[in-house]
């Protein structure tokens, strides 16, 4: 069992173990219920688990699919019973899982947040102590005596999204995305999941995107075929897990994936109306290599010199964004990357809000291969997505020599 | 002695747990009724009237069949049609309820599939909404027959009624998610019922051969109590009695096996 340390636990599972059962005949589930007797054939999905997770932790969760994450969750969340063990949750667990799944469409928005609420055990004084500030959050207000069937499925889930953040939850579970929405409001449900983090509220966060993960978790937990498979601090697990995944020959997801929008694949240079713009965009991108600008460029490897030139267009009401760049091999695993934020460098944006920032890749150390770059815009803590720009530039680098590998280390040699 | 205690802690939850959801969970029965009047109700000009419509034009029908068509206002003392839509309003209420209670774990398999859904709710769900549709109906149709001391005394029958079909639904509920032909069936089963209980005839009606039936039957207890309370008559205590035991009786194992199946409900659906 591993125990966090802390003194004031949230969650506690001891043991707690899921399979679920598969019946010949329906009538055979009843009898089973009636008599007491065994009819079922079962498979596990969870094999017994232990954890302890004090208040204010964020907790990560990472496996590949089938490893048991969406299990573990959804008991937590309470939509599941444990087959085996003992599960306890002191506190109001709020689930970011299906969002919208208990709204009735024939239902106004007003009614539906009522029912929600209710579902949450939230009491008629409690729901409209919160309405105010759920429908200010989605931003829906003229639509909320309407039928939910008539909002879009943006409006659903700001508005679902907008119930359960506000439910006031200790506990809150999130798969897979940090953000919902697209635009402002993905901004805006990404700073409001920060805010429960710097408030203290336990945290558990499931994706497929360990850079976020690494970031933002103060303990991961790897499954595995239903079982713990590493347990402990994130840079542990997140690099036994990242070996695991290679070694799988997996296909591994670049470090960020959930791009909030994405800009046109082949493009090298990004043009966003101005009128458009809500939240921070990419303006332009120039890849050079030795001074020579084009989409796909032959490289010499420990020669070269790349620069990478983004230019973006900030927004007053928000930070001054930052810029993160990742190099990629040709079977799509991270080969390098690079960030403003992890190097210090604070960007800065002009009267007009543009701003450029660019990185220059020296000798350039990678040996033979086909590599590709994508450039992110990142907010300013370098963890929220605004555009992901895939394929800026393509590079086939070639060798004189012959080194093994990926990557030419500096190195000196010495003849004793 | 702790089988003893076991079983004393099972009985006390199977009265409390059911009984008491309804008033631990107001706020989420309140907006599940709004769901379900929303269901049934939206796009109609009526609106919230419809369902309250619904049974009161079945007795109308009934009324203009029995009393106008076939002309029995005047048959035997109070009159065949007093008799039969006060015993008819109370049956359509039961059978309603049943009915649904096949499909309940379906219905709301929505919701407790995705989200932390109280089950407990679900058999007050296939309860309220019918006690809402029928108590006004029958105390309506009790003033227009019976007078106004009858009307006040209609106020509890539909309620005690669906209190003590309580563990019927909570049967019906498992059997019908497990057990498709059950739900099928059961309109049928309940038909063969209705013409075994006296409703659309007086109790004496019935052959002396097949006089069995009304005594194994409780929901001919149900009319004999109903028409005595309405019309003011001594009470059969030994009615009472025998509803009473048999929903002891049968609510402990209904509820066990209803909070047995909430593991399976959620894999299920």
Sequence with gaps: MVDSGFGNKVISLIGVGKSYRSYTRDIDRALEILTGKVRHYQYDALQPLSLQVAKGEVIGVVGKNGAGKSTLLKLLAGTLQPSSGQLEINGRVSAILELGASFHPEMTGHDNVYLTCAIQGLSRQETAAAYEAIVNFAGIGEFMQRPVKTYSSGMVMRLAFAIATHVDPDILIIDEALSVGDGVFARRSFDRIMEFRQAGKTIFFCSHSLYQVEALCDRVLWLDGGRVRAEGAPAKVITAYGDFLQQESAIVQPPLVTATAEAASTATTVATPVAAQAVPRVMAVKVRVDGTEARVHAVQSGKSRIEVEVRFLSVAALPVPSVGLVILGGDGRYVASMGTVNDGIALRAGADLTGSVMVTLPDFPLLKGCYVIEVYLLCEQGLHIYERVRQVAELNVEQRGLELGIVTLPHQWQVL | ???????????????????????????????????????????????????????????????????????????????????????????????????????????????????????????????????????????????????????????????????????????????????????QALPFVLTLLMYLTPILYFPDMLPAGMRIWLWLNPMSDWMLLIHAWLNGGVLPLESVARLLALWLLLLVPCWLWFRRTELHVRELL
Excluded at chain 2, 29 to 45: D, F, K, P, Y
Excluded at chain 2, 96 to 112: D, H, K, Y
């Design chain 2, 1 to 183: 002695m702790t089988f003893l205690l076991r079983l004393l802690r099972l009985c006390a939850d199977s009265l409390s747990i059911p009984l008491l959801a309804p008033v631990k969970h107001r706020a989420l029965v309140r907006m599940l009724v709004q769901r379900e009047i929303a269901s049934r109700t939206s796009g109609t000009a009526l609106g919230r009237l419809w369902p309250l419509l619904q049974p009161a034009l079945q007795i109308l029908g009934f009324w203009f069949l029995f009393a106008v068509v076939y002309d029995m206002r005047n048959v035997r003392g109070p009159g065949f049609a007093q008799y039969m839509l006060l015993s008819m309003l109370p049956w359509l209420c039961f059978s309603e309820v049943l009915v649904r209670a096949t499909g309940l774990f379906r219905e709301f398999s929505p919701l407790f599939t995705r989200s932390r859904f109280p089950l407990e709710v679900l058999p007050t769900m296939a309860l309220v909404m019918p006690m809402l549709v029928y108590t006004p109906v029958l105390v309506l149709t009790a003033m227009w027959l019976l007078g106004l001391v009858a009307a006040l005394k209609a106020v509890v029958v539909i309620p005690l009624l669906l209190v003590w079909t309580l563990p019927l639904v909570l049967l019906c509920a498992v059997a019908g998610l497990f057990v498709r032909d059950f739900g």
